[in-house]
């Protein structure tokens, strides 16, 4: 199983970023993918999961409505589409297999 | 949300001794057909975290078995039978029967 992300960096308060998760080594398409953060030297925190097909998504209270998860599984790939970013919201992003494999993370920085 | 509350913050072992991690949650994480949704990861320095055990008490492969994991209902534990030096890092519970999934605060454990 690998996962790698992609996609973070640094943007202002208020700006958008689009992160994306490349998977292998495993049936992409029949596994739920989660986004899960950790806000420099803090905890892990949830951030979304998505079902094997965009049909059924589920978010954490301080993302939703600002964040869109989504997959493509004919090019296996996952991805997070985060507007109106908040400074909270610098972390490294982590997907994940089912909350079983994690990828490496990538990095969002939020700061004016 | 479920609270899950890890104890202790922070644990000094000697190698070849054991340890042991206490996590509570607010409420059941049984679900209606008896599976339990309570997981362990570590997460080493610089590093993302890693499975150890899945539902409350299976361990995920290629984890040694010095980890166990035992608890039912909101109230678990993880133990290390006999502590070694590759163990440091930071330990968290973590739930997974409803959204939102919430992990305890950590459990660091140092040499």
């Known amino acids: 199983v690998q996962l790698v992300e992609s996609g973070g960096g640094f943007v202002k308060p208020g700006g958008s970023l689009r992160l994306s998760c490349a998977a292998s080594g495993f049936p992409f398409s029949d596994y739920y993918m989660s986004w899960i953060r950790q806000a420099p030297g803090k905890g892990l925190e949830w951030v979304s999961y998505i079902g094997t097909s965009d049909s059924h998504t589920a978010y954490a209270a301080s993302v939703k409505g600002r964040f869109t998860i989504s997959r493509d599984n004919t090019k296996k790939s996952l991805y997070l589409q985060m507007n109106s970013l908040r400074v909270e919201d610098t972390a490294i992003y982590y997907c994940?297999?089912?909350?079983?494999?994690w990828g490496q993370g990538t990095l969002v920085i939020v700061s004016s | 949300d479920i609270v899950m509350t890890q104890t202790p913050v922070s644990l000094s072992v000697t190698p070849g001794q054991p340890a042991s991690i206490s996590c509570n949650s607010s409420?059941?994480?049984?679900?209606?057909?008896?599976?339990?949704?309570l997981y362990w990861y570590l997460q080493k320095s610089g590093q993302a975290p890693k499975l150890l055990i899945y539902e409350v008490s299976h361990r995920f492969s290629g984890v040694p078995n010095r980890f166990s994991g035992s608890g039912s209902g909101a109230e678990f534990t993880l133990k290390i039978s006999r502590v070694e030096a590759e163990d440091v890092g930071v330990y968290y519970c973590?739930?997974?029967?409803?959204?939102?999934?919430?992990f305890g605060g950590g459990t660091k454990v140092e040499i």
């Open positions: 409420q059941s994480l049984v679900r209606n057909d008896g599976k339990t949704f």
């Open positions: 973590m739930q997974s029967i409803q959204p939102p999934l919430t």
């Open positions: 994940a297999r089912e909350t079983v494999d």
